[in-house]
């Protein structure tokens, strides 16, 4: 028997920054920058100091990914007009 799943996928669409999303942009990723000495301490104490390195390279690189093209994606943009979570617990939106 073949089973099927479902996976709920997002609009891809991408709308122009506008300049309070580029403040907002900016200031994310300067709190990526900056370091948390107890959450890098507790990275260690749990031995996935140098996976949470990789994390945070990631998320640093998709930052700079919207800010290069000056695009938001669908659910940034949105989400001031729905006044909800960007990010819901547990979201499929990657």
């Known amino acids: 028997m073949i ?8 609009p891809c669409v991408k709308y122009s920054m506008n300049e309070a999303q580029s403040r907002a942009l900016d200031l994310m990723i300067e709190s990526v920058y900056k370091a948390d000495a107890k959450l890098r301490g507790c990275a260690y104490n749990q031995e996935c100091f140098h996976e949470l390195m990789g994390w ?10 919207y800010k290069d093209l000056n695009e938001v994606p669908a659910q940034v943009s949105e989400a ?15």
């Open 80 to 94: 001031k007009e729905k006044a909800e979570s960007l990010v819901p617990p547990r979201s499929n939106i990657l």
């Open 3 to 10: 089973s099927a799943t479902t996976t709920q996928v997002l």
């Open 56 to 65: 945070r390279q990631l998320m640093i690189d998709t930052l700079y990914h």
